[in-house]
Structure formats: C-alpha cells, structure tokens
C-alpha cells in the first residue's frame, strides 16, 4: 500500500473512530437513562445491565456505523482541501478518482463490518437480550417475593406464600387472589408452586401444584359461583414486561437469520398470510451495509468542495444525509410491508439514489473542482485548474 492510501486511511479512521464513539452514544442517551433506572430503581446488578448494553449496541452500530463512514470522509477530504493538498495532489499528476481510491477501500470494510452484524451478531444479540430480559423476571419474580405477607408487585395479582425455598425457588403455601379480569375473579389456593420464563411468549408462568379455584364470575350480587379443584395448573403472568418496557426493544424479524426470514416468508405466504415484513427485513440486512460503500462515493466530492465550514460543515452534512436515507428507508418499509411497492424497490431504491448522486458529483467535481457554492452558481470552466480525470 502506498503511502498516500496509508495516510487517508490512517485519518478516516480517527475521524470514523470519533464519530462512531459520538454518534452511538446519542442513539443510545435514552437507553442509558433506562439501564442507569434499572440500578437504581429495580435493583438489577451493574455486570446484568452492562450485558444489556452490549445487547443493544450491535442494533445501533447499524445506524452509526454508515454515518461514520460518510463523516470520516467528509472530513478527511475536507481537510484535504482546505489546506490546497488536493491541488499539490493534482500538480503531482494524481486525480480525484486515484484519490477515492483508499476511501472506497475503508467503503468495503465498513461494509463487510456492518453485514456481519447485521446477518450474524444482531439475530444472536436479539436473542440473547430477550433471554436475558426474562433471566431476570424469573429472578425478580422469586427474589421479590416475600414470606408471609401479601405481595401486590404484579398488576391484578395478590400473592401469599407461607414458605419460600431461595435455593429451588419453590414456594409453599400459596394464596393467591387474580383481580385482572372484573367480570371473573379468581381466589386460587395450592400447596406448591414454582416460576418459569417462557421467551416464545414473552410471559413468566407460574405453575401451581395440587389446590383449589373459587371463581365467581359476574359480580358479587348476579354472578355465579364454581369451586374447581386441580392438580396442575399454569398462571400466566405479564412480569417480563416491567423489565422489557423501560428498554423499548422490538424483537421480531430482526431475530432471524437470511434462511430463516426466506423461509419464514415461505410459510406465510403457504397459510395465506401477510408475507412481506421477512422480505422487507431479508433486503434491509444486504441494503444498510452497501450504503456505507455509497457514502464514501458521494463524502468524496462533497468533502473537495467544502474549502470553508471544516467538521461543523461535514458533521452537519453527514447527519442531514444519514436522516435522509434512514427516513427513505423507513417509508419504504412501510409501503413494502403492506405489499404496496415491490421489497426490493423499497429497499434498495436509496442506495440506488445514493449511487447516481456520488457519480454524479465525483465525475462533475473531476471535470469543475470549484467549491460547492459554485456548484449551483456560476459554473467555473473546466480550466487548466482542474482536476484531470
């Protein structure tokens, strides 16, 4: 590698190590607010919830990761142009497309680091988080609970329990009055009882062994009453959700791999079914990553025509451009799950976007290399300044 790749490379990855550290730390304020709550407030310990912040980073990365590309080579090739190296560059014979040479490059690094995330380590990181969600609802459920008294911690539920094995997490004695349901009230007694975590639901299950159900359904003073005697009975109960609300987590598609969203299409559209997200989600995980690609092909030019504005300029451009794109890719997501548009057309339409505009810019900026308020103003002739191609 020459020494000039070296160099551009060596300061688009200062610039994209800044900006990655600058840019996910803003995505993820709120969620650091929540996950300092969950400390605080339920008592979750530090090393759980830093297991929870590496959960969620990877979903970010794939929002910050293409901003970052497209700021470092904003500023890189600002900076270039502002301190006249660009033109010591074309005076040593070397044009504006050699010098998108090493930006490219970084281009399909940042690339490749993206679909990894997105096909291997977001599925895996999803998972792991909605596992570790309901690890600590199980956990909560059994530690909160205290001995002989009544505990009122989950909504509509009234529960006693005489005796509580912290080791087996097995409870004795259990009364239990269900008030969820004003039209069936339900008084429950058992001899055991014992939680559980069911992920595919997102719900813990208290299963209840050997008891009785008195319900009375209707009201006190219309309604009928029925004694149930039972020797295994499971209670659903909503608790992960006082730990999965605070981190306003939407776990679905997003799970799966690219065999598993193709086949889960496949089963959808058998049954006759709403077939179109898993496509959607199968185009979004190959489309996000070539857009930092993309944004090297337009950070080049725009980055030569900034002489003026440095990184407040660049930094405001690549969030104006990320914005765009991500609010293409939003709409485009919503016409394509209802089947309105073509997934394919949803998907990768801005990046087709984005590709016209960078050649465009990269070839008009070779041919008229004035700055960028010329671009629209008067055009400056293709004179013996500019850059050959």
Request: charged content about 15%; proline content about 4%.
């Amino acid at each position: 590698m020459k020494l000039l790749d070296r160099t551009i490379l060596k300061e688009m990855a200062t610039v994209f190590a800044l900006g990655l550290l600058v840019f996910t730390f803003v995505l993820l304020t709120n969620k650091i607010l929540r996950l300092v709550e969950l400390i605080v407030s339920r008592g979750v310990g530090i090393l759980t919830v830093l297991q929870l912040f590496l959960y969620i980073l990877p979903y970010s990365l794939v929002v910050t990761i293409p901003m970052s590309t497209l700021l470092a080579t904003l500023v890189t090739f600002t900076r270039l142009a502002s301190d006249a190296e660009i033109l010591a560059f074309h005076g040593a014979g070397v044009s504006l497309f050699r010098l998108n040479r090493p930006a490219l490059l970084f281009g399909l690094l940042t690339t490749a680091i993206t679909l990894v995330i997105t096909i291997w380590i977001l599925p895996f990181s999803n998972q792991a988080f909605k596992g570790l969600i309901f690890q600590m609802s199980q956990r909560q459920a059994s530690v909160g609970i205290q001995e002989g008294i009544f505990n009122s911690e989950m909504d509509g539920l009234i529960l006693y329990v005489e005796k509580i094995d912290r080791k087996t997490q097995r409870l004795e004695g259990i009364f239990l009055v269900d008030n969820r349901t004003p039209a069936q009230q339900r008084i429950i007694i058992a001899e055991t009882g014992r939680f559980a975590s069911d992920p595919s639901s997102l719900r813990l299950t208290l299963s209840l062994d050997r008891g009785t159900i008195q319900l009375l359904s209707g009201g006190e003073a219309t309604g009928r009453y029925r004694h149930l005697s039972f020797t295994d009975y499971a209670l659903t109960i909503d608790f992960g959700r006082n730990f999965s609300d605070p981190m306003q987590r939407s776990l679905g598609d997003q799970e799966r791999s690219l065999s598993g969203l193709r086949q889960r299409a496949a089963e959808l559209k058998a049954q006759g079914k709403n077939y179109h997200p898993p496509i959607v989600e199968f185009h979004k995980k190959l489309a996000i990553p070539v857009s930092c690609l993309l944004f090297t092909l337009v950070g080049v030019p725009l980055g030569c025509r900034f002489r003026k504005g440095g990184r407040g300029l660049s930094l405001a451009t690549s969030a104006a451009c990320a914005l765009g794109y991500y609010l293409l890719i939003v709409g485009g997501e919503g016409l394509a799950d209802r089947g309105i548009v073509p997934e394919v057309l949803a998907m990768w339409f801005p990046n087709a976007l984005i590709a016209v505009v960078g050649l465009f810019l990269l070839v008009h900026t070779a041919v008229y290399p004035a700055p960028l308020s010329h671009l629209f103003g008067r055009r400056a002739a293709p004179a013996r300044a500019g850059l050959p191609a």
